[in-house]
């Protein structure tokens, strides 16, 4: 296996999102807690500085479109702690971020469902042309029915639609970023006059149930042309479509024994789908409390969980599974019962006997992630343990403190790593794909569905433009 | 009239797109034009601070959706000469110049036919937060069948009808920028735990033909709530739909008697609204080369000229009519035919006599904007006539060559308006909105429509919850 042979170096990212609560719920009344300020430019450019100082692989931005409304039947909690609300578009971060920086990627997250794939892909082209390379999209189909509702449908689709509208956005996509400019398109030549050479830009052409698009790209390629691909779905139907088309997965994990099958599922699907295991890139959901010395770690912990809103974790918890777990009793057991939401998260309570008492204990620092606490060489220790015994490849770190959570890691766990020649000591050279999988090849290549349509013969999609054309 | 009274300060923004050839086709292959750069952050940083430090009120970014596919049907000069494409997201470029200047303005083109009211004024609340009230949107609807087939419609909508849907768009914005939240929804109490009182955010809920929507806005009020309105529309449609909405007028001009009528219109048609028609200001595409004196400012000219591609301009003038140019003799009169495309433009043909010929003169340098040649004191006297003559309060001023044009109009003309009073000397505080009209009203008022939402009784619009929500 990949996860024995050579120590992994350990990537890393920060998990964070254009809000104020977002993984660890309550935090932000802590008195260092500088979450509020998500809405100041500022606020983003000292973190993205401050994770490539740390030589971070990147910045993983969440999103949400929609409220938290089945706690309670209601906002309220989720107003009063800024559960994930406000929530603003991440993608209008990142040019702040990217021109303060030169390494650090910026995997953000976009909600497929509302959007139009020639639109969105001229948004990731634009981004991968302003980063140079260091784009990323995290693809979600959104598990909200306020989101549904706020976008004019009376319900969200059922889940696996959701799936088919995905692989079918990505489609599209993939055409419009690989296939219709090639790679010697554009020439920028002043004295022939020309910018780009017409024989080698490409009119795409998909018909399909979801989606009708007839366009050349509004973009030349841009470094990656496909932005880095993370995905996150753990159903069945997701983790299908992840071993497809992700390149990162995003996966949270509490008992080693059970990440190190999912991996091992994970890569088997991957390989089924003809491409290399190792093309795919774990990453793990993770909480660390770190401090000189393990009883001050610990100390700090206490210290958080006076902040800590567990019930706000719940309501969090209300929304990703569709559940209102106020409506049971503290001690009751809570029935299953199928819902729209996130089916790998639902699936639980089919399961397990759990109590809202057993939840507000999951939640006790606001959330539900894998927490290691001590001093660096214990946390760096676990983490390396992590990765070994599991196969994952690498971490997301939320913030619990921000961005004390970054600094603290950065300050004590990146030395304490690199020490032990699991982390970087500089950053590689190259897009984001490059840095992530240590290859000179910035684009994504066959069997991904993506390089499929670079190489396609050209003429094989491109229709006569006169045929299809009517003048007004 | 206000024209009279008072000698006004003249507004000025650069007139600029994410894009290599904007107004003044050709001029890219100018060897001191840097507009290939556009697709790297520190060309909009860098410019974003010359423009600044030039004190202009803003930085007015257009937009294109679709290509320029009309002129001899197909894209063959518009890539060559990069005629507005490449044509990347302009919204993503306002975090990295925000973070690098104070008080520059920025003006976005967003075609609003393709976007959903939920998200759209999800992204211009987000960067009117980021910019602390700096952000403006222009509102268009397209005009291209190019755009329409790359987004899944088999034809443009009319006309009309596209400023039908536009008035329902903005009604749905309003909502969401001025009364979804109350004023002082936000608490930011860390003791009291209380981010943000629920009963101060209210649900909004719209059921029109284009568009239906329940939902909360995701974001919090931001420093100006609805961004500065910039319209351009000079159909009588169109007309009628920027007196109402829009707080600056974008006009093409090109002889002062005729530009005081129009502007005397657009102001009678503010007032029939119930809008004072000072509450509008109206500024003029035009371009400016400028020297030391009269005859380097000509030689300049000529130097530009022979870069320039007229062709190119027709090329882009044959989407802006829907009329290909190429089928005609080059000295064969235009029939007029009706289009979908841009009326106004179009409506010309009707009355006059025009020739392909014609046409290449009136694009000599690549682009049809009114020219201003000469010295430092000649420009400001001229730039100075057209205000008082015409009653409009200030300019977009288009690149011939880039940066150059701006560089040249700041080091030149700049100076010698702030010593006739007629150029301000330093920037007012506040949002852009504040700046633009002298004010200390960062939010529209009634009667403009945004304004009459966020004083309207809350619960007016307000639906109990309970009634429309449906559990899964």
């Known amino acids: 296996m990949s996860d024995v042979k050579t120590p992994k170096q350990i990537i890393m990212n920060a998990f964070d999102m254009n809000c104020v609560g977002h993984i660890n719920h309550g935090l932000w009344t802590h008195p260092r807690d500088h979450s509020t300020e998500f809405n100041q430019i500022q606020h983003w450019t000292e973190q993205a500085q401050l994770l490539e100082k740390g030589l971070f692989d990147g910045l993983f931005l969440a999103d949400i479109v929609g409220v938290y409304d089945v706690y309670q039947n209601n906002i309220d909690l989720t107003l009063k702690e800024s559960i994930q609300l406000p929530s603003h578009d991440p993608l209008l971060l990142i040019s702040a971020m990217a021109a303060t920086t030169q390494h650090l990627g910026f995997g953000v997250t976009v909600n497929l469902s509302y959007e139009s794939p020639y639109l969105l892909a001229r948004r990731f082209s634009t981004l991968d042309h302003l980063t140079q390379g260091r784009i990323g999209w995290n693809i979600v189909t959104g598990y909200l029915d306020s989101a549904a509702k706020a976008m004019g449908f009376t319900e969200l689709l059922a889940h696996d639609l959701r799936y088919d509208q995905a692989e079918e956005f990505l489609d599209v996509a993939y055409q419009l970023w690989e296939s219709s400019w090639e790679d010697d398109a554009v020439l920028i030549n002043k004295t022939q006059r020309v910018y780009a050479q017409p024989a080698k830009v490409h009119k795409i052409k998909h018909q399909g149930p979801y989606y009708q698009v007839a366009g050349y790209h509004l973009s030349a390629p841009s470094p990656q042309r496909t932005p880095l691909l993370f995905q996150a779905g753990a159903s069945s139907r997701g983790t299908a479509f992840a071993a497809q088309h992700a390149e990162c997965i995003f996966i949270s994990g509490n008992e080693k024994h059970i990440t190190k099958q999912q991996v091992d599922t994970i890569r088997a699907q991957v390989q089924a789908t003809g491409r290399d295991p190792d093309n795919v890139k774990i990453l793990?959901?993770?909480?660390?409390?770190?401090?000189?010395?393990?009883?001050?770690?610990?100390?700090?912990?206490?210290?958080?969980?006076?902040?800590?809103?567990?019930?706000?974790?719940?309501?969090?918890?209300?929304?990703?599974?569709g559940i209102d777990f106020a409506q049971y009793g503290l001690d009751e057991a809570i029935p299953y019962r199928s819902s729209n939401a996130i089916a790998s998260v639902n699936d639980r309570f089919k399961h397990e006997t759990i109590t809202p008492r057993d939840l507000l204990e999951q939640h006790k620092l606001g959330g539900r992630y894998r927490l290691i606490i001590g001093s660096a060489s214990q946390v760096a220790?676990?983490?390396?343990?992590?990765?070994?015994?599991?196969?994952?490849?690498?971490?997301?770190?939320?913030?619990?403190?921000?961005?004390?959570?970054?600094?603290?890691?950065?300050?004590?766990?990146?030395?304490?790593?690199?020490?032990r020649k699991r982390y970087k000591t500089a950053y590689a050279s190259g897009v984001w794909r490059e840095k992530i999988f240590n290859t000179q090849a910035p684009y994504l290549n066959a069997p991904h569905p993506a390089g499929v349509w670079r190489t396609r013969k050209k003429d094989a999609h491109e229709l006569p433009v006169t045929q299809e054309r009517e003048l007004t």
């Open 284 to 321: 793990m959901g993770i909480n660390v409390i770190v401090a000189e010395t393990e009883i001050q770690a610990h100390e700090k912990y206490q210290e958080y969980l006076r902040y800590a809103s567990p019930e706000a974790g719940l309501a969090h918890f209300s929304s990703s599974t």
């Open 381 to 419: 220790a676990e983490l390396i343990d992590w990765v070994d015994q599991t196969g994952i490849d690498g971490f997301n770190l939320a913030r619990i403190v921000t961005p004390e959570s970054y600094a603290d890691f950065i300050e004590w766990v990146v030395p304490e790593l690199q020490q």
